[in-house]
């Protein structure tokens, strides 16, 4: 019997200057997903994955329905503590997913949000905000950056001073772009969303003569240089009195240590050159212009606004993700991620909604249901955060529930009868994503190696975020002081590789095999052997 002993201390960086051709000879060597689940004692934690080779631990999604078709790609998403103070989450960043449960790329960033694919300049990058996350009577924005990957995860940020009262100090600084919105335009500009504390008399609204706010602001940057092409402040545009959160409820008592965060901006676009901006706080979605900043209409979620009522069963409130689509001279359809709820008022099911408007707007115009996507049977009451993929690669939808740690795939059929993917990822009301996404990415890493760790005469490899390996060639030397040889092949599975260590080895070595290419070695293990 052998017996194969890892000296983790021996693990050698070790490069290769070529990348040779596969040996298409090599032995196939059997292997199979690294499957470990963790469970904390106390039930507080969700469950988590771990590896030997990566010290990431992903969520272990649970998995209640998976059936049809599916869009192409993968799930993003930012699982996060909603309370700080009681971990829920093992680990609290940005994840790459599988439909089918493994972990392609983990990223170690806490409180992330909006992490997903954009083109830019038409390459595709990874982007996300990282920052500072509001607590106490400010909770609901922040203070960050927005940063973008690209295919081989090197990374650049855009990080402007967009000179804001932000009331807090340390550790926001340096930092002014808000957590919700941070969207690349047709113009390869950039648009994201930011708060800004402002003295205001809210008398008017049984607020203090000399207030504060947390106003709104929609501002478009220029990507490289980050100059101000666009900025928009809610409180100029929009009377206060639209707001649906009064004074003294949950979004602040309207003091210094207690703005009222009226407005609530948490999406905005570009429609050509005008801006959709949504208010979580006002119910409303509005359609602003990009040459004056003025409000051309409104959407309210009950009344209409400057549309006629919504029908009764397709009102919307304290909503996310408004998006415009099918835009002509003539109409859109609008899509929303209908909350439906706050903490304060709860008890409908969030849903996604599609409407179609007229335009321009009138009174006399209905908006018209497209689509109303939900599962009666097993509703989901989302207080906070959420968005709504109306388009997926084959027509399919995702919804993605925010404070509710479930994300949701449906069939394109315009009630949401057609679920066919459901996902748990945390616990109800203790883990976060802020949104959700579903992105075709292909990636490999220039700055790190794939990981390759031996115990017990087994070898785990990965490699974080390398999306294309088809297979690990597998290399040997029966004395520390030689070069491997290619004994075989592994097929790469799941995150994490595993399989046996093949007999005789002292070192082992493997190559990640991309199109039938080697394109990289991992480390090289030393296995001390006593035969
Ligand atoms: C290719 O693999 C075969 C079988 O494992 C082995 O005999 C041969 O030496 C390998 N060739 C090279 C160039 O490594
Ligand atoms: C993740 O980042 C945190 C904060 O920088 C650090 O303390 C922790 O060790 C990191 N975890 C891993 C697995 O690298
Ligand atoms: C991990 O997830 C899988 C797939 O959803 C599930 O079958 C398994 O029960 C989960 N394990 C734990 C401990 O939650
Ligand atoms: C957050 O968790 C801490 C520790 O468990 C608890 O004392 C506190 O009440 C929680 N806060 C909220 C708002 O639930
Ligand atoms: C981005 O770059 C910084 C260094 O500038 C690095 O610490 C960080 O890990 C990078 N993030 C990603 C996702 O590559
Ligand atoms: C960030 O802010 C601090 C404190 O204002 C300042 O000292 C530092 O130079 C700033 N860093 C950057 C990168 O702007
Ligand atoms: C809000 O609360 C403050 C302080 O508790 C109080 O003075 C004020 O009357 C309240 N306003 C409303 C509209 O309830
Ligand atoms: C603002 O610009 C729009 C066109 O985008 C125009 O229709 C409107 O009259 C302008 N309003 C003001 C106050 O200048």
Same mark, same amino acid.
């Given at each position: 019997?052998?017996?194969?002993?890892?000296?983790?201390?021996?693990?050698?960086?070790?490069?290769?200057?070529?990348?040779?051709?596969?040996?298409?000879?090599?032995?196939?060597?059997?292997?199979?997903?690294?499957?470990?689940?963790?469970?904390?004692?106390?039930?507080?934690?969700?469950?988590?994955?771990?590896?030997?080779?990566?010290?990431?631990?992903?969520?272990?999604?649970?998995?209640?329905?998976?059936?049809?078709?599916?869009?192409?790609?993968?799930?993003?998403?930012?699982?996060?503590?909603?309370?700080?103070?009681?971990?829920?989450?093992?680990?609290?960043?940005?994840?790459?997913?599988?439909?089918?449960?493994?972990?392609?790329?983990?990223?170690?960033?806490?409180?992330? %949000?909006?992490?997903?694919?954009?083109?830019?300049?038409?390459?595709?990058?990874?982007?996300?905000?990282?920052?500072?996350?509001?607590?106490?009577?400010?909770?609901?924005?922040?203070?960050?950056?927005?940063?973008?990957?690209?295919?081989?995860?090197?990374?650049?940020?855009?990080?402007?001073?967009?000179?804001?009262?932000?009331?807090?100090?340390?550790?926001?600084?340096?930092?002014?772009?808000?957590?919700?919105?941070?969207?690349?335009?047709?113009?390869? %500009?950039?648009?994201?969303?930011?708060?800004?504390?402002?003295?205001?008399?809210?008398?008017?609204?049984?607020? #203090?003569?000399?207030?504060?706010?947390?106003?709104?602001?929609?501002?478009?940057?220029?990507?490289?240089?980050?100059?101000?092409?666009?900025?928009?402040?809610?409180?100029?545009?929009?009377?206060?009195?639209?707001?649906?959160?009064?004074?003294?409820?949950?979004?602040?008592?309207?003091?210094?240590?207690?703005?009222?965060?009226?407005?609530?901006?948490?999406?905005?676009?570009?429609?050509?050159?005008?801006?959709?901006?949504?208010?979580?706080?006002?119910?409303?979605?509005?359609?602003?212009?990009?040459?004056?900043?003025?409000?051309?209409?409104?959407?309210?979620?009950?009344?209409?606004?400057?549309?006629? #009522?919504? #029908?009764?069963?397709?009102?919307?409130?304290?909503?996310?993700?408004?998006?415009?689509?099918?835009?002509?001279?003539?109409?859109?359809?609008?899509?929303?991620?209908?909350?439906?709820?706050?903490?304060?008022?709860?008890?409908?099911?969030?849903?996604?909604?599609?409407?179609?408007?007229?335009?321009?707007?009138?009174?006399?115009?209905?908006?018209?249901?497209?689509?109303?996507?939900?599962?009666?049977?097993?509703?989901?009451?989302?207080?906070?955060?959420?968005?709504?993929?109306?388009?997926?690669?084959?027509?399919?939808?995702?919804?993605?529930?925010?404070?509710?740690?479930?994300?949701?795939?449906?069939?394109?059929?315009?009630?949401?009868?057609?679920?066919?993917?459901?996902?748990?990822?945390?616990?109800?009301?203790?883990?976060? $994503?802020?949104?959700?996404?579903?992105?075709?990415?292909?990636?490999?890493?220039?700055?790190?190696?794939?990981?390759?760790?031996?115990?017990?005469?087994?070898?785990?490899? $990965?490699?974080?975020?390398?999306?294309?390996?088809?297979?690990?060639?597998?290399?040997?030397?029966?004395?520390?002081?030689?070069?491997?040889?290619?004994?075989?092949?592994?097929?790469?599975?799941?995150?994490?590789?595993?399989?046996?260590? #093949?007999?005789?080895?002292?070192?082992?070595?493997?190559?990640?095999?991309?199109?039938?290419?080697?394109?990289?070695?991992?480390?090289?293990?030393?296995?001390?052997?006593?035969?």
């Amino acid at each position: 019997m052998r017996l194969l002993l890892a000296f983790a201390g021996c693990a050698l960086a070790a490069r290769l200057a070529h990348t040779p051709k596969a040996n298409s000879s090599a032995a196939t060597i059997p292997s199979h997903a690294y499957v470990q689940v963790e469970t904390d004692p106390k039930g507080a934690i969700w469950p988590w994955r771990v590896f030997k080779s990566s010290p990431y631990t992903p969520p272990n999604m649970t998995i209640t329905v998976n059936q049809g078709e599916l869009a192409d790609g993968f799930i993003f998403m930012t699982p996060a503590n909603i309370n700080l103070s009681a971990p829920a989450a093992e680990m609290d960043g940005g994840f790459i997913m599988t439909s089918d449960n493994e972990a392609v790329f983990a990223l170690n960033t806490s409180g992330i %949000t909006d992490f997903r694919v954009q083109h830019y300049k038409g390459q595709p990058y990874l982007t996300y905000w990282s920052g500072y996350n509001t607590e106490g009577a400010n909770v609901g924005h922040g203070y960050g950056q927005v940063n973008f990957v690209d295919s081989s995860y090197s990374n650049f940020s855009v990080n402007p001073d967009l000179g804001l009262n932000k009331l807090v100090t340390t550790p926001v600084a340096n930092w002014s772009i808000d957590i919700h919105e941070h969207l690349v335009t047709p113009w390869n %500009t950039l648009l994201v969303s930011a708060y800004n504390n402002t003295p205001w008399d809210l008398s008017p609204y049984g607020g #203090p003569v000399d207030g504060w706010i947390a106003d709104s602001l929609a501002v478009e940057l220029d990507i490289e240089t980050w100059e101000v092409l666009f900025k928009w402040v809610a409180s100029e545009h929009v009377p206060l009195s639209e707001s649906q959160l009064h004074i003294n409820a949950s979004a602040g008592i309207g003091t210094i240590a207690s703005p009222w965060d009226w407005f609530h901006i948490n999406a905005g676009e570009m429609v050509g050159s005008d801006y959709l901006i949504n208010s979580r706080h006002c119910w409303s979605t509005y359609y602003v212009s990009g040459t004056n900043g003025s409000v051309q209409w409104r959407i309210q979620g009950v009344t209409g606004g400057d549309f006629g #009522p919504l #029908p009764a069963d397709s009102t919307f409130s304290w909503q996310h993700y408004a998006r415009a689509h099918n835009v002509t001279p003539t109409g859109m359809d609008l899509s929303v991620f209908d909350n439906h709820n706050t903490i304060a008022v709860n008890g409908t099911p969030s849903n996604g909604l599609v409407f179609h408007l007229e335009l321009p707007p009138s009174t006399s115009y209905t908006p018209q249901l497209l689509r109303k996507i939900e599962t009666p049977s097993e509703p989901i009451y989302a207080d906070s955060q959420g968005d709504y993929i109306v388009e997926l690669s084959n027509g399919n939808q995702l919804l993605g529930y925010g404070q509710i740690a479930i994300t949701r795939e449906y069939g394109p059929a315009t009630d949401g009868s057609d679920l066919r993917w459901q996902a748990q990822f945390g616990g109800l009301n203790t883990v976060q $994503s802020y949104r959700a996404f579903k992105h075709v990415w292909h990636a490999t890493p220039a700055a790190w190696d794939p990981s390759l760790v031996v115990e017990s005469g087994y070898a785990y490899v $990965s490699w974080n975020g390398a999306t294309e390996v088809e297979a690990w060639n597998v290399y040997v030397a029966n004395s520390t002081s030689a070069n491997g040889t290619l004994v075989g092949q592994a097929a790469k599975e799941g995150f994490e590789t595993v399989f046996e260590v #093949p007999a005789g080895a002292a070192t082992l070595q493997v190559a990640a095999v991309q199109k039938g290419d080697e394109v990289r070695r991992s480390n090289t293990v030393h296995i001390g052997s006593v035969w």
